[in-house]
């Protein structure tokens, strides 16, 4: 099946810095990803619909300005956290489909801000 | 806006015996509906979609769902449960078929199967 893979798997920083976090498509191209957040025993959280060329979608309630996403190739989006402080810390995870059916996903990227 | 709904935090089941996880939804125009599962420490992976065709779905593992347009429901199911089973189910509606078109999951399911 497809494949999406995300990167790093975890990182640690400190608050105030950004983190950087990759989603690619392995194997297909997608003109649009997906960028979820996952809070501890909750479900996902959509963020934002990354789009190929142009800018992202995001859902109501998400900074733009904190949330930083680009998708500068049809195999490639990245997502990143500016400034980030100990409330941004979660799981995020990408998903991406290759034929407007089933999402793939990302294995997620576990944020600490210390 | 579409919305799913999954009224169960967590589901019990001893193995071998049937299951249901419940999903219903709301969508303005026509459905398209998953189950994904996310086992501990790994990613989600699908389960299975109903886009259009028989109300049936049958998905990995031996799960299926079942279709209800008038209940607007989706509910997850399996004739013998297996310890191997427990894990997080999510459902997942999404309104529209282009690859834009935004899914949006429900709250998550925890499925618990006792030996």
């Known amino acids: 099946g497809a494949v999406v893979s995300q990167h790093p798997s975890w990182v640690i920083c400190k608050s105030g810095t950004s983190v950087k976090i990759e989603c690619r498509s392995l194997?297909?191209?997608?003109?649009?990803m997906f960028w979820y957040r996952q809070f501890p025993k909750q479900s996902l959280m959509l963020m934002a619909t990354?789009?190929?060329?142009?800018?992202?979608?995001?859902e109501q309630g998400v900074e733009k300005d904190k949330f930083l996403i680009n998708h500068a190739s049809l195999t490639l989006s990245t997502l990143t956290v500016t400034s980030a402080h100990p409330e941004d810390s979660s799981f995020y995870i990408c998903?991406?489909?290759?034929?407007?059916?089933?999402?793939?996903f990302g294995s997620g990227t576990q944020l600490s801000v210390l | 806006a579409q919305s799913v709904a999954q009224p169960e935090d967590q589901v019990n089941v001893a193995e071998g015996n049937p299951l249901t996880v419940k999903c219903t939804y709301s969508?303005?125009?026509?459905?398209?509906l998953f189950w994904y599962v996310q086992y501990p420490n790994r990613g989600l992976q699908f389960l299975l979609k109903?886009?259009?065709?028989?109300?049936l779905v049958k998905g990995s593992y031996g799960f299926e769902a079942e279709f209800n347009k008038s209940q607007t429901s989706f509910h997850l199911k399996k004739p013998s449960a297996l310890v191997s089973d427990s894990a997080l189910y999510f459902c997942?509606?999404?309104?529209?078929?282009?690859?834009?078109?935004?899914?949006?999951f429900g709250s998550g399911t925890r499925l618990s199967i006792r030996p």
């Open positions: 998903s991406a489909t290759p034929n407007n059916e089933k999402l793939f």
């Open positions: 194997d297909f191209q997608a003109t649009t």
């Open positions: 990354s789009n190929e060329g142009s800018k992202a979608t995001y």
């Open positions: 969508v303005s125009g026509n459905p398209y």
């Open positions: 109903y886009i259009t065709g028989d109300n």
């Open positions: 997942a509606v999404r309104e529209g078929y282009s690859s834009a078109s935004k899914i949006i």
